[in-house]
């Protein structure tokens, strides 16, 4: 069965420190890997996007790398910020899937007290 | 990029009433769409999937169903909602030739 799974569920961080997300699935033959952002009550924002043959992306503060060997992904936040605060969640694009079905974790909320 | 627009944002429906949510897109054409569902505590789960006009695949057994009456148009029905049916709606979009989705702001439904 494919899954995905993230761990910690939350996490709590003083301002400015920097942190990881993990996320993990259970099959190496996947698409693409996204992580997104949801505000309380919000849509789902779209972070960073990793296609299987790529190993990392960035964006600003955000590093996510994937090693689909092993069937993991971490999401790396420098420096955060109170404005981080948010859950965080990570999705795989398995390959024999529905149509571009996203198969999603449970998320991690993030708390990034000033 | 895409935009895609939701509505209505909350709702508080009876049990056995009918429902519709409305999904339109702009900014692209022939996307796949997508209603997803997001229950408290637990992931998002795909509802309905389409790929094209008239195209609707379920991935679950419910008691809801999908409609895709125009290319950038998406709607998720009942006609008689249970209090299972209580969550936040989610509609999501993969533009033609992308392979990043992009998701609505959602819909809370409440059923009493």
């Known amino acids: 069965k494919q899954e995905v799974t993230q761990i910690p569920a939350a996490l709590s961080v003083p301002e400015g420190e920097n942190l990881v997300l993990n996320c993990s699935f259970t099959d190496s033959a996947i698409y693409n890997l996204q992580w997104f952002r949801q505000d309380p009550g919000k849509g789902l924002t779209s972070l960073l996007l990793i296609q299987s043959s790529q190993r990392e992306q960035t964006s600003g503060r955000l590093n996510a790398s994937l090693d689909k060997s092993s069937g993991r992904s971490t999401l790396y936040i420098a420096a955060s910020q109170p404005g981080d605060s948010a859950t965080y969640l990570c999705?795989?694009?398995?390959?024999?899937?529905?149509?571009?079905?996203?198969?999603f974790g449970k998320g991690t909320k993030l708390s990034v007290k000033p | 990029s895409q935009t895609i627009h939701q509505w209505p944002a909350t709702l508080v429906q009876p049990v056995g009433s009918p429902l519709s949510l409305e999904c339109t897109v702009e900014?692209?054409?022939?996307?796949?769409l997508y209603w997803y569902r997001q229950a408290a505590g637990r992931g998002l789960q795909l509802l309905f999937y389409s790929v094209g006009i008239g195209q609707i695949s379920s991935e679950v057994p419910q008691n809801l169903s999908a409609s895709r009456p125009q290319d950038r148009q998406f709607i998720l029905s009942s006609k008689k909602l249970l209090l299972s049916d209580s969550g936040f709606y989610l509609c999501?979009?993969?533009?033609?030739?992308?392979?990043?989705?992009?998701f609505g702001q959602g819909t809370r439904l409440t059923v009493v």
């Open positions: 900014g692209t054409s022939n996307p796949n």
């Open positions: 999705a795989v694009r398995f390959q024999g899937g529905s149509q571009g079905n996203l198969i």
């Open positions: 999501a979009c993969l533009a033609g030739g992308s392979t990043e989705a992009f």
